[in-house]
């Protein structure tokens, strides 16, 4: 692990100082992005800083300095040459008064790395009983208030399966815990859209970029009946085939989800800034 702190690399990652009073750490003030690095460049590095400017201007922060955490992200990667790497970039609104509303900063600012050991090419999913809101005040961001996801994982995990797929209020297909999910009816290859209350997940934009497919809110139960084949895409799964959605055994992969790995494997490997 590696890791800079306001404006400074660590010698000792674990020994950094965050004041008890930090937002992002009391309430779940801050906002991040998770980031692939190959071979010690990151992966699509000016997609994953835009979506933390949004994430942090939709939370009312001040915009994060890119420049600075650029630097960041170059002094924390200087020397590493991992063939797989995931960053993550963590900025908060900083110290604040014990409660929910929020001090006038410095905003904090870490940058932490580590190697990543590939993921299994296909993964079992649960969906589980709790809802994701479209229409509150947090959706569509990525907020450190990550602990519906936490509990949501450790339900699946409880059960097998290794991502939690989510409904959102009005019963449509959203997303994963961590992940976006793409499905195939009849051929067509479909994935809800962002008004589902889904994150707009870097790779599900550059799949629907890459292999295209329809945007389109359908209801849960509908999808696991009609759908022939499914896949989850992020940042660390990339293409991964659905092996199995509860009880249900899909091919893994099916002939669209292997097609669209295929086409993300070729690309990635020509683009490190798509
Ligand atoms: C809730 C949620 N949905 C979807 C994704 C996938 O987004 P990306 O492809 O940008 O990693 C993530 C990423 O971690 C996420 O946290």
Redesign the pocket.
């Known amino acids: 692990m590696r890791a800079w702190l306001n404006g400074q690399l660590l010698d000792d990652p674990a020994g950094a100082t965050l004041s008890v009073t930090d937002h992002g750490f009391t309430v779940g003030d801050g906002v991040f992005e ?1 980031i692939k690095t190959l071979h010690g460049e990151p992966f699509a590095l000016t997609r ?1 800083l835009a ?1 933390l400017a949004r994430s942090a201007s939709g939370l009312g922060l001040e915009t994060p300095d890119e420049a600075e955490v650029r630097r960041g992200v170059a002094e924390v990667l200087a020397g590493t040459d991992d063939p797989l790497g995931r960053l993550r970039i963590t900025y908060t609104a900083g110290p604040a008064p014990m409660g929910s509303g929020r001090g006038d900063g410095p905003a904090t600012l870490a940058v932490a790395y580590s190697a990543l050991a590939p993921m299994g090419a296909s993964a079992a999913v649960r969906t589980v009983p709790w809802p994701r809101n479209e229409r509150g005040a947090i959706t569509g961001l ?1 907020t450190t208030s990550y602990a519906e ?1 936490v509990i949501a994982l450790a339900h699946a995990s409880k059960r097998g399966a290794s991502e939690a797929i989510f409904a959102n209020t009005v019963g449509n297909l959203c ?6 999910v793409f499905y195939v009816v009849d051929g067509e290859l479909r994935t809800p859209t962002l008004a589902s209350g ?2 707009a ?4 934009a550059l799949v629907l970029e890459w292999s295209g497919g329809v945007e389109v809110d359908e209801q849960m139960g509908e999808v696991a009946e009609r759908m022939s084949e499914a896949f989850l ?4 799964r990339d293409v991964q085939a659905i092996s199995r959605w509860d009880d249900r055994e899909l091919p893994a992969p099916g002939p669209v989800t292997d097609e669209c790995a295929r086409t993300w494997a070729r690309r990635e490997a020509e683009h490190r800034d798509p």
Request: some cysteine; overall charge positive; proline content about 0%.
């Open positions: 998770s994953h979506r990525k996801n997303e994963g815990t961590g992940s976006n889904c994150l997940g870097v790779t599900r895409v992020s940042t660390t």
